[in-house]
Nanobody, 117 residues
Framework: VQLQASGGGLVQAGGSMRLSCVVS????????MGWYRRVPGEQRELVAS??????????DSVKGRFAISKSNAGNAKTTVYLTMNILKPEDTAVYYC?????????WGQGTLVTVSS
């Protein structure tokens, strides 16, 4: 499984941005995909996750502002999105997409999101 993330950049506080992560390869029907973020000097934290059954979780700090979704193109490719609204300077971080199934876990390369005040 390969993950390719895109969509980061610079945005003003209060603005919006959408991150995309193309997950390709042999994707099991039972899996979890998510977005994590890491601020320098801090641990990576889960931002949002979505299971293959559609169960969604968010970290409290982004509830009501961020939305995770995905589009499927069969078992070979899925794109998972993170739509971020009402961005705050504290959302500034490197964002990583993640894929997990019963076999293994893979990370995409990080994409930097910078929110200016």
């Amino acid at each position: 499984v390969q993950l390719q993330a895109s969509g980061g950049g610079l945005v003003q506080a209060g603005g919006s941005m959408r991150l995309s992560c193309v997950v390709s390869g042999y994707i099991l029907s039972s899996n979890v995909m998510g977005w994590y973020r890491r601020v320098p000097g801090e641990q990576r934290e889960l931002v949002a996750s979505i299971t293959s059954g559609g169960t969604i979780n968010y970290v409290d700090s982004v509830k009501g502002r961020f939305a995770i979704s995905k589009s499927n193109a069969g078992n070979a490719k899925t794109t998972v999105y993170l739509t971020m609204n009402i961005l705050k300077p504290e959302d500034t971080a490197v964002y990583y997409c993640d894929y997990q199934d019963t076999r293994y876990r893979h990370w995409g390369q990080g994409t930097l999101v910078t929110v200016s005040s």
